[in-house]
C-alpha cells in the first residue's frame, strides 16, 4: 500500500497505534473530568442536604426543637 508521500506500511501502523494512544489517554481523562465535576458534588449533596435541611427546620419550628415546642 503506498501513498503519495511514500510511506511505508509499518510506518502507518505505529501512527495508527500512537493516535490509539493518545485517544485512550483523553477518554480516560474526561471520565476523571466526569467523575469530579458530576459525582462528587451529588454524593456531597447527599451528605450536606440533610443537614442543611434539618437546620431550616429548626429555624422555622416545623422539625423539632423549634419555636413551637
Known sequence: METNQNLTQEQILQEILEN??????????????????????LLAMVV????VMKSLGTLGGIYGGGLLQ
Not at 20 to 41: E, F, G, M
Open 20 to 41: 490509539t494512544r493518545k485517544t485512550k489517554n483523553y477518554i480516560k481523562w474526561q471520565l476523571y473530568i466526569t467523575l469530579i465535576l458530576v459525582v462528587l458534588p
Open 48 to 51: 450536606i442536604l440533610p443537614m
